[in-house]
């Protein structure tokens, strides 16, 4: 089975800052990543994935993420982040080769502040 | 174009009641999804159905019971609401090949009092 960890719950930041939301997961088998974001009132959208490849992958918004397999990480970027980016966070996986099953990280608030 | 689409977005009702939430989705994927979303915003996986077949049934009360009619659409019906149903329920969908991300909904909040 997989499981995921994001490590920070809530992360305020100023506006125009650069931000690092952390991710870590474990699993036995190959995966596939994916970081979704959530706006109130709404439902999730997906940022960016990662399938197979480049190891950074760019996503919508400006944010990109980087997997590194020896250290189980899927930590998601963003240089300069905007009032408009308050929002909830999840990074999710999946097993390589299946959409079927996602399994959601607890999520991480971010906050930026003007 | 709404890709996945539920109805309703905010449920009320008391303890005891039947009530069902409706999803469809216009995207043509063979795959659909529920989650729970609780009150600290965990989102967990309750059925997946694929080609109108169940593939995941997660470990959930039997007074939930996903239908699905056809591959586009895929109800939930509660039956005997407890308070402890009230969360954001969530329908997604995906393609069971391909680029693997799943679709969501907008979600529906249901309040059991």
């Known amino acids: 089975a997989q499981s995921v960890t994001q490590l920070d719950s809530q992360v305020p930041v100023f506006e125009e800052a650069p931000v690092e939301l952390r991710c870590n997961y474990s699993?036995?088998?190959?995966?596939?990543l994916f970081w979704y974001v959530q706006y109130p009132n709404q439902g999730l959208q997906l940022l960016l994935k990662y399938l197979s490849g480049s190891t950074l992958v760019k996503g919508i918004n400006g944010f990109e993420a980087e997997f590194n397999k020896s250290q189980t990480s899927f930590h998601l970027r963003k240089p300069s982040v905007h009032i408009s980016d308050t929002a909830e966070y999840f990074c999710?996986?999946?097993?390589?080769?299946?959409?079927?099953?996602?399994?959601f990280g607890s999520g991480t608030q971010l906050t930026v502040l003007p | 174009d709404t890709a996945v689409s539920q109805t309703p977005k905010y449920l009320v009702t008391q303890m005891g009641n039947d009530k069902s939430i409706k999803c469809e989705q216009n995207?043509?994927?063979?795959?659909m999804y529920w989650y729970k979303q609780d009150s600290k915003k965990f989102l967990k996986i309750m059925f997946s159905?694929?080609?109108?077949?169940?593939?995941i049934n997660e470990t959930v009360p039997n007074r939930f019971s996903p239908k699905s009619p056809d591959k586009a659409h895929l109800n939930l019906h509660i039956n005997s609401l407890e308070l402890g149903d009230s969360a954001v329920y969530f329908c997604a969908s995906s393609q069971s090949s391909g680029a693997y991300e799943q679709y969501f909904g907008p979600g529906t909040r249901l309040t059991v009092t």
């Open positions: 999710a996986v999946s097993v390589s080769g299946s959409a079927r099953q996602l399994t």
């Open positions: 995207l043509g994927h063979d795959t």
């Open positions: 699993s036995s088998v190959s995966v596939y």
């Open positions: 159905y694929n080609n109108k077949e169940l593939i």
